[in-house]
């Protein structure tokens, strides 16, 4: 399927202020079944410089400064890409390839806040790991997730804490991928987030940033994983950045000068095209 994107990112501010550098991610990450056939990227005002950039964690991104003060600033991605289909199932867990614990996984393990009494109580039926078995107890927390906590739409930037999102009961996308990271991290499973384009033809005009997981399985690399729709992602997922990090993975971040409050707005459209 091809399907056409449009995003727009606005930051409305009270009052004028100079924008330290940005980062902006738009940019599809490259991907088995994805080809980006068409991408436009359009700064209002214009910066000084846009520099395009691949990060440590291998993401192309976007770089750019300023030289003058703005009170808004619009950021207008047009991609077009063609994905084809893809079996999420496709591969098979080799542990002689690399084992999912080692040092150069350390910051997908990461876990900087302890983890409530009551998630490790959920996740203690999977400590340890069963030996050369992975998607299985993935698939059980999937699903989990999937049944017991309520999808609930967020508009905010910030994310809340695992152990707060476990104890909600419900969450964004981008809580309840965050709470499955720390769980799968928990269980010593290299985990990152990923932010993109979840595409559903029956949404029509209701599209949005998306959020989701994606785990190390030896052998087969990054796969990802969705809480909120409680499936492994396929075609219709379009990874725009990923990271150890969720607040590297926003479209847009950055820092400004100026004791001012500033509002975001966002409108996503798809459209597939026949």
Not at 93 to 114: A, C, R, W
Request: with cysteine; hydrophobic share 40%; proline share 7%.
């Amino acid at each position: 399927m091809r399907l056409q994107i449009h995003h727009i990112t606005r930051y409305l501010y009270e009052d004028s202020v100079f924008l330290e550098p940005h980062y902006l991610n738009f940019y599809p990450q490259q991907r088995s079944y994805l080809q980006v056939e068409a991408f436009d990227l359009k700064v209002d005002p214009a910066p000084s410089g846009l520099f395009p950039l691949l990060n440590i964690e291998n993401t192309l991104q976007y770089q750019c400064w300023f030289d003058k003060k703005v009170k808004c600033l619009e950021i207008s991605a047009s991609i077009k890409v063609h994905s084809t289909e893809f079996n999420p199932f496709g591969f098979f867990i080799d542990m002689n390839v690399l084992e999912i614990n080692s040092q150069e996984h350390f910051g997908y393990l990461t876990i900087k806040q302890p983890i409530s009494p009551e998630m490790q109580a959920m996740l203690l039926p999977y400590k340890p790991l069963p030996a050369n078995e992975l998607l299985t107890p993935v698939n059980e927390i999937l699903q989990l997730i999937n049944k017991h906590w309520d999808y609930a739409a967020r508009y905010a930037e910030d994310i809340h804490e695992p152990s707060d999102c476990f104890k909600r009961k419900n969450g964004s996308c981008r809580d309840l991928s965050w709470m499955m990271i720390i769980m799968l991290r928990y269980l010593g499973i290299p985990a990152r987030f990923v932010s993109g384009y979840a595409f559903n033809p029956e949404l029509g005009e209701g599209h949005e940033l998306h959020a989701w997981v994606e785990f190390m399985a030896p052998g087969a690399g990054w796969i990802g994983a969705d809480p909120s729709a409680g499936i492994f992602t396929n075609e219709a997922y379009i990874p725009v950045a990923a990271s150890k990090d969720p607040k590297k993975t926003l479209p847009v971040y950055g820092s400004y000068r100026g004791n001012v409050s500033s509002r975001l707005e966002t409108e996503v459209k798809i459209t597939e095209q026949k």
